[in-house]
Antibody, heavy 118, light 107 residues
Framework: EVQLVQSGAEVKKPGESLRISCKGS????????ISWVRQMPGKGLEWMGRIDPSDSYTNYSPSFQGHVTISADKSISTAYLQWSSLKASDTAMYYC???????????WGQGTLVTVSS | DIQMTQSPSSLSASVGDRVTITCQAS??????LNWYQQKPGKAPKLLIYDASNLETGVPSRFSGSGSGTDFTFTISSLQPEDIATYYC?????????FGQGTKLEIK
């Protein structure tokens, strides 16, 4: 069974760093790109970027480029989303998703809620 | 970025009704469009890929059509479990972009 299991909810202060994770199982992790999607409270879905776990090649949305880092460790089938300096506006639910064919996502993580507050 | 404009933003319908949601792209995206359903507190679920292909296991009352810039998502007979927010998503160009969502409620 294909699963993407994300790390648990986080509460952080502005300026702190954070890395959340997404562990894939039940499939060949290096065969499918992983994307990250943000959903701010009560808002819609925003595509942040994606990574090819086979070689860690990444694409970022310009809206997120420079503010987050997407990485992967194929030895443990895990993708990461990282911030070096959080802002209150980073408060959101973050989902990882597996890229199926050319652009659709059939498997999603359960989401990681990140709360940034002083 | 390609802008995806969904309408309506919210919709109230009765069980058994035919429901239609539209999604317009700011430029030609061929058929590179997907539709998702999201229920409160849950991750999105893929319903339709490549504009008109029904994902495996998704009920046949869901359908999609369109190409170029104009797309339609239809529920042929609304069921109580279809209450959710629906999103279109284009993947013709990076960054991939989603519509703003259509919140569907039961009348």
């Amino acid at each position: 069974e294909v699963q993407l299991v994300q790390s648990g909810a986080e509460v952080k202060k502005p300026g702190e760093s954070l890395r959340i994770s997404c562990k894939g199982s039940g499939y060949s992790f290096t065969s499918y790109w992983i994307s990250w999607v943000r959903q701010m409270p009560g808002k819609g879905l925003e595509w942040m970027g994606r990574i090819d776990p086979s070689d860690s090649y990444t694409n970022y949305s310009p809206s997120f480029q420079g503010h987050v880092t997407i990485s992967a460790d194929k030895s443990i089938s895990t993708a990461y989303l990282q911030w070096s300096s959080l802002k209150a506006s980073d408060t959101a639910m973050y989902y990882c998703a597996r890229l199926e064919r050319d652009g659709d996502y059939n498997y999603w993580g359960q989401g990681t809620l990140v709360t940034v507050s002083s | 970025d390609i802008q995806m404009t969904q309408s309506p933003s919210s919709l109230s319908a009765s069980v058994g009704d035919r429901v239609t949601i539209t999604c317009q792209a700011s430029q030609d995206i061929s058929n590179y469009l997907n539709w998702y359903q999201q229920k409160p507190g849950k991750a999105p679920k893929l319903l339709i890929y490549d504009a008109s292909n029904l994902e495996t296991g998704v009920p046949s009352r869901f359908s999609g059509s369109g190409s170029g810039t104009d797309f339609t998502f239809t529920i042929s007979s609304l069921q109580p479990e279809d209450i959710a927010t629906y999103y279109c998503q284009q993947y013709d160009n990076l960054p991939q972009t989603f519509g703003q969502g259509t919140k569907l409620e039961i009348k």
